[in-house]
């Protein structure tokens, strides 16, 4: 194919980002992270170069959280692993395009993690997960500079004129003469926008001490409400403390109806998620019929969620069905290949959590299959802010969501999206609970790096 790329240099910078209220989930508090970007230069067919770029927070605590040496040890080999996968990607010397690389280079990423962990003197292995995490940027620099070589949406390459191979060189037979495109739509103006609601968050201004930023941005959840429209919830409740998440959720619920009746919204949805805390799926079955007792409309609001206990899914081999019959349960944690995804739908799941800190690459195959079997998707993030948050919003706008997009680093990385935001400023204020996409446009995953200036130490 003459827009086929040829990967000649690939660069990382890094960059440590301060979280302005600190993120509780599951069992953690995140107060800072390590924030990559990666840039890619590439050369097609035609003899075009181009440069593209792709972020993401290389947050460890998520994607590696029981690292035995600890959150410092796991942070420093995950940014070890992005320089080395940046050096294992640039030596791929074919024409090809950026997800036949991905794919071809998918058997080598647990290799280079055995030989970043073994250089450390390391015996625990760098968990898949972490590994997609490392890669993601590098991907999707690598679809963004593809754009920009062909001067295209790089979403308008992902059909049969660009592509050598259709779905079924990942999906099998029954993907014969399909292709990412035709699981994709044009992206709307508007995308729905799920705000975080953390373990430690406040949920009126009455909690606000003088502890708290005087940054002009929102502290409690009311305040929220009232700033943006907040109307798509993301509840994180502790998964071990039944009478703990049934109090929150409610109460919640009955701030959430309260605060938009102000601004005459009288649609509200939620979402629910544990990470991984709860012993078994049964204590969601008893959580939510105790919710639907308390708050009928609240429960008919929920809209799924998330994977209840452990991302080990072969350990216990744990069944959802009983809780995805009364609400759609999508694995998250636990999803990191396509072979995940295949136990995830022997075990009972309803679907599956995508995110852009999970390849792009892979996410637009595995979307191609919850898609054509009418299976639940939905896309959340990593509190990804700049250009990973630009990232996120064009997939999730050009797939079938549940509703929306995850959006939380409005709330806790704010300054690590400020200039992002004087080109983007729908993006990263919401209007009514949602995102304007309106200037998400023009070539590659359509950031418009040049006009949002952002330099790097290059020394």
């Not at 800072?32 to 890619?40: G, I, K, N, P, T």
């Not at 029981?66 to 320089?83: D, I, P, Q, S």
């Amino acid at each position: 194919m003459q827009t086929d790329i040829r990967v000649l240099e690939l660069q990382p910078f890094f960059t440590r980002e301060r979280a302005r209220v600190p993120l509780k989930f599951g069992g953690v508090v995140m107060e800072e992270v390590l924030y990559c970007h990666v840039r890619a230069t590439v050369e097609n067919r035609a003899g075009v170069r181009a440069q593209g770029w792709g972020a993401i927070p290389l947050s460890d605590i998520w994607a590696w959280p029981l690292c035995n040496a600890g959150h410092e040890t796991a942070e420093r080999l995950m940014r070890a692993y992005v320089v080395q996968w940046c050096r294992h990607v640039s030596d791929f010397n074919e024409l090809a395009h950026p997800i036949d690389i991905f794919w071809q280079l998918e058997p080598h990423r647990m290799e280079v993690a055995r030989q970043v962990c073994a250089e450390e003197q390391l015996t625990d292995e760098m968990p898949r997960m972490a590994t997609l995490v490392c890669a993601s940027p590098i991907d999707a620099a690598l679809h963004d500079a593809f754009g920009n070589a062909a001067a295209s949406d790089v979403y308008a390459l992902y059909g049969r004129t660009h592509m050598q191979h259709d779905l079924s060189r990942w999906l099998g037979p029954a993907f014969v003469g399909r292709f990412i495109s035709d699981y994709l739509k044009p992206l709307p103006e508007w995308v729905d926008a799920f705000h975080l609601v953390g373990g430690l968050d406040k949920l009126t201004a009455t909690e606000i001490t003088d502890d708290d930023p005087r940054d002009g941005l929102p502290v409690s959840l009311d305040q929220w409400i009232a700033f943006e429209g907040v109307r798509c919830l993301k509840v994180k409740l502790r998964g071990n403390d039944l009478a703990w998440d049934l109090d929150r959720l409610v109460a919640i619920a009955k701030l959430a109806r309260q605060e938009n009746a102000k601004l005459g919204n009288d649609e509200i949805w939620y979402t629910a998620d544990t990470n991984e805390m709860c012993d078994s799926p049964q204590y969601m079955v008893e959580l939510l019929k105790k919710f639907q007792e308390t708050d009928q409309q609240a429960f008919d609001s929920l809209l799924y969620l998330e994977q209840p206990c452990e991302r080990d899914l072969r350990r216990r081999m744990l069944d959802v069905r009983e809780l995805a019959a009364i609400k759609p349960v999508i694995v998250d944690e636990a999803l990191a290949s396509l072979e995940d995804l295949d136990l995830a739908l022997e075990l009972g799941y309803s679907g599956a959590a995508l995110k852009s800190c999970k390849c792009q690459s892979e996410e637009l195959v595995i979307a191609a299959r919850l898609s054509e079997n009418g299976l639940a998707l939905a896309v959340q993030d990593l509190t990804n802010p700049g250009i990973a948050l630009l990232h996120s919003v064009g997939l999730a706008g050009r797939l079938n969501t549940i509703r929306g997009v995850e959006s939380n680093s409005r709330q806790f990385l704010p300054d690590a999206s400020m200039l992002e935001k004087k080109v983007h400023p729908g993006v990263y204020r919401l209007t009514n609970g949602r995102i304007n996409t309106s200037t998400i446009r023009g070539s590659g995953l359509g950031y418009r790096w040049d006009e949002i200036g952002r330099t790097f130490d290059e020394t």
